[in-house]
Every structure is written in C-alpha cells, then in structure tokens.
C-alpha cells in the first residue's frame, strides 16, 4: 500500500530562517507525483509545489523548494526566510492510481509550522 | 468561476437527518474529489469523478454516503441518517486533469456539525 509520512507533527521557526519539513513516501509505482499543500488556520488548502517522479531537478517556486532525494523516498519541503504569514499545517501528498484509470491525492497527517519573531 | 466554491459552508444538522453538500468546480476541470477532514487530522478521500463518472467509491465511509456529478460540473454529496461521526469539514477538489502532475484545487469546504 502507498503511503506518505510526516514524522514532525510541529515545528518552530524564527523569522527570517529557513525550515525544513520531512515527507517520506511509500510507493512501488515508477510513476507518481508529490505535493505539498498548506492549510492556514482559515481551512483552506493552497497548492505549493510539485515533484514529478521522473524530474531531474528539484521544484523550486518562490521561497518554496523540494529537496527530492528518490532513492531514499523523501521529499521534503524547504522554506526559506521564513514570514509570519507563513504558520500554517503543511501537508504532503502523493499522487496515487485508483480503480478504473483515474488517481487522487493521498495526503500525510501534516505538520503544524509556527513562525516566531 | 475563479475557484472552486462549496455550500453551504456550515451545516448543522440532527442526527438522523440527510444533507446535501455542494461543490462547484472550476470551469473546464475534468476531475472532482471529495475529501474529509475531521478536527487535527488529515485529509481522508471519499470519491472520485472523472467527469460525471466515479469508479471508484471505496473510500466512501459507509451506504449512507453517496455522491454525483452532472454535465460535467456540479457534485453532491449526500449523507443519510447523518452521525455524531459524519462531523467534519467536507472538503472538494477539482483538477484540470487526471495526469500526475495536474494539482488540486480545493474548495473552502462545508463544515458539518451533527448534533
């Protein structure tokens, strides 16, 4: 069975520093994709950035990175100068098939990030 | 429209009684998905629509819960007989497509409380 793990159910970071949020996956598929959403204390669920199992580099977008090392099944998000605005629960997910021919998201537990000044 | 868009976006209900969730998906987005989120915990898929079709509806929880889609654009999801353990926030996604890299959009979701 697929599966995505957050090990880190919160983190704390300091303005202005980077952080880094664990996701390891769990797949015997050679072709899927991972996601990171994040989820402010509103509800919604905002897209990040997204990995391509076959992508030679790693997804950059913004202050958002992936750093996607495939061979040790983890893609973990980095966010750099770290804002306020940034504490959120963060969420990896994993493209996975499903019966007749489509797929979904299967999502971790997430990992609530709070930003310090 | 610009997003996806959900209603009602909070729902309390009675035991027992049916709802009917709504999600309006963004305009051209082949693919609908239903999640539930309870209270601090992740995202649980319920279904599927690859356009008006749902092949696969395993992860609906159990025969009170059903869901549709017609011209390829609005969804419901209905639950029957609703549950103490129904309450959480429903929460819809569409995808411009069903290839890999094609990320959901969500919805705000409906938060359900049954009392």
């Known amino acids: 069975a697929q599966k995505i793990t957050q090990t880190q159910p919160g983190m704390f970071v300091q303005e202005k520093e980077a952080v880094t949020l664990d996701c390891t996956y769990d797949?015997?598929?050679?072709?899927?994709?991972l996601f990171w959403y994040k989820q402010p204390s509103s509800g919604e669920m905002i897209f990040l950035i997204y990995?391509?199992?076959?992508?030679?580099q790693n997804a950059t977008e913004g202050r958002y990175s992936l750093n996607f090392q495939k061979a040790r099944k983890s893609a973990n998000l980095v966010i750099s100068a770290s804002q306020l605005g940034d504490s959120a629960m963060y969420f990896c997910?994993?493209?996975?098939?499903?019966?007749?021919?489509?797929?979904?998201?299967?999502f971790g537990t997430g990992t609530q990030l709070k930003v310090e000044l | 429209g610009a997003g996806v868009s959900q209603s009602p976006s909070n729902k309390v209900t009675e035991k027992g009684k049916d709802v009917e969730l709504r999600c309006d998906p963004i305009?051209?987005?082949?693919?609908l998905y239903w999640y539930r989120q309870r209270l601090g915990q992740g995202l649980e898929f319920l279904i599927y629509?690859?356009?008006?079709?749902?092949?696969?509806k395993s992860g609906l929880p159990s025969d009170r819960f059903s869901a549709e889609r017609t011209g390829e654009s609005v969804s419901t999801l209905t639950i029957q007989r609703t549950q103490q353990e129904d309450s959480a926030v429903y929460l819809c996604?569409?995808?411009?497509?069903?290839?890999?890299?094609?990320?959901?959009?969500f919805g705000n979701g409906t938060r359900l409380t049954v009392t």
């Open positions: 996604a569409s995808s411009l497509t069903m290839d890999s890299d094609s990320p959901l959009h």
């Open positions: 797949t015997s598929d050679p072709s899927y994709g």
């Open positions: 990995q391509g199992s076959y992508d030679q």
């Open positions: 997910a994993m493209r996975e098939r499903v019966t007749g021919g489509g797929n979904k998201l299967t």
């Open positions: 305009s051209g987005h082949t693919a």
């Open positions: 629509f690859q356009g008006n079709s749902a092949p696969d």
